[in-house]
Nanobody, 120 residues
Framework: QTQLMESGGGVAQPGGSLTLSCSAS????????MGWHRQVPGKEREMVAQ???????RYAESMKGRFTVSRDNDKNTVSLQMNFLRAEDTAVYYC??????????????WGQGTQVTVSS
């Protein structure tokens, strides 16, 4: 079973920065989208940022100008640089890959989640 392994979560002060990284335990025929979602208790999981295999990035409105998502296709990794962190960014962050097989089958893979806490 494919595993997505996240790293880089932790505690930051308001206004600070953290970088999350995610890599896969296997290679894929094609990774359509690499991205990040987040979830706080009692709320639905929400998209934070994602980047397509053509390099087009998409961000949730509140992350624009603060977060940067990037992917390395050679290493099958995606990173999220988070700057100017706010208390409301506190959440569990999940890595997500949407992949396509040679047989044109689409699958979605999730990481186990990494906690990000923004607090003074």
């Amino acid at each position: 079973q494919t595993q997505l392994m996240e790293s880089g979560g932790g505690v930051a002060q308001p206004g600070g920065s953290l970088t999350l990284s995610c890599s896969a335990s296997e290679s894929f025929y094609r990774i359509l989208i690499m991205g990040w979602h987040r979830q706080v208790p009692g709320k639905e999981r929400e998209m934070v940022a994602q980047v397509s295999d053509s390099g087009r990035a998409r961000y949730a409105e509140s992350m624009k100008g603060r977060f940067t998502v990037s992917r390395d296709n050679d290493k099958n990794t995606v990173s999220l640089q988070m700057n100017f962190l706010r208390a409301e960014d506190t959440a569990v962050y999940y890595c997500k890959f949407k992949t396509l097989s040679a047989e044109n089958e689409s699958r979605t893979h999730w990481g186990q989640g990494t906690q990000v806490t923004v607090s003074s």
